[in-house]
């Protein structure tokens, strides 16, 4: 009697908030990940799709780092301007990149060589999934996203990151009293992330008024210049996670 085949494992069984495009590989972005990526990206076991992350996986922040500091992650870390930045102003703590264009992490990792930064790290996956699978629990003192994706076409929306299923990964991750930063130049996104975040068991409001002021260790990048010139205000937002 032969047996059942098991039920095919879903690829993903959640919309993801990036699509990956492929393009050209310049040259400096193949030396980046052929000398470079052994020291600054970490090596993490894939579930079934390649940015995925295997349950179970969990870094010790400590062995990566070499030390004992605290620690700030930064999804959707782009070309890294914002997060090298940070790591060369802030020796002191250690910088977790979270991103899945790969051109956007060889250029981190080249201007991070550059800047001989030792506290900075990057990791190429699935936000959620680095939250919920790859970090300890209550192991960041900050989290920041600056300039998601808006996804602002409403057949696309599903696809934003911050939603109410975002915010107990994120509060799973942050110590407590650790920080949730977030930026965005568009108004309906920056809504949703309030509507998201007030009511969530895990966090509250770091802010008064309708908006956050402009978190100062966050520098001006691209995104938000690009958003300032089409006359886009800039929403800040930023939430405290609550004691467990």
């Known amino acids: 009697m032969s047996e059942t085949p098991a039920e095919p494992r879903p690829y993903r069984d959640k919309p993801v908030s990036f699509v990956r495009r492929s393009g050209?590989?310049?040259?400096?972005?193949?030396?980046?990940?052929?000398?470079?990526?052994?020291?600054?990206?970490?090596?993490?076991?894939?579930?079934?799709?390649a940015t995925s992350i295997?349950?179970?996986?969990?870094?010790?922040?400590?062995?990566?780092?070499?030390?004992?500091?605290?620690?700030?992650?930064?999804?959707?870390?782009?070309?890294?301007?914002?997060?090298?930045?940070?790591?060369?102003?802030?020796?002191?703590t250690d910088f977790l990149a979270i991103e899945v264009f790969r051109a956007g992490l060889a250029r981190t990792m080249l201007d991070a060589d550059r800047a001989e930064l030792g506290?900075?790290?990057?990791?190429?996956?699935?936000?959620?999934?680095?939250?919920?699978?790859?970090?300890?629990?209550?192991?960041?003192?900050?989290?920041?996203?600056?300039?998601?994706?808006?996804?602002?076409?409403?057949?696309?929306?599903?696809r934003r990151l911050i939603t109410p299923e975002f915010a107990p990964l994120a509060a799973h991750a942050l110590k407590d009293g650790g920080m949730l930063r977030l930026a965005t130049d568009w108004e309906d996104y920056a809504v949703?992330?309030?509507?998201?975040?007030?009511?969530?068991p895990g966090f509250t409001r770091a802010f008064e008024g309708e908006w956050a002021p402009r978190f100062d260790g966050r520098i001006e990048t691209a995104f938000e210049r690009k958003g300032a010139r089409v006359g886009r205000d800039i929403r800040d937002l930023s939430y405290r996670r609550v004691p467990r």
Do not use: C
């Open 24 to 49: 050209r590989v310049t040259e400096a972005q193949d030396r980046a990940w052929s000398e470079l990526a052994p020291h600054y990206v970490i090596d993490v076991q894939r579930d079934a799709a």
């Open 54 to 92: 295997l349950p179970g996986s969990t870094l010790d922040p400590n062995a990566v780092w070499g030390r004992t500091a605290p620690l700030i992650a930064e999804i959707g870390s782009g070309q890294g301007h914002a997060i090298v930045h940070a790591a060369g102003s802030r020796p002191d």
């Open 119 to 158: 506290n900075l790290r990057l990791v190429e996956a699935n936000a959620p999934e680095v939250l919920q699978h790859l970090l300890p629990e209550a192991s960041l003192d900050e989290l920041w996203i600056f300039f998601p994706d808006p996804w602002h076409k409403n057949k696309h929306t599903k």
């Open 192 to 200: 949703q992330m309030r509507e998201s975040l007030d009511p969530a």
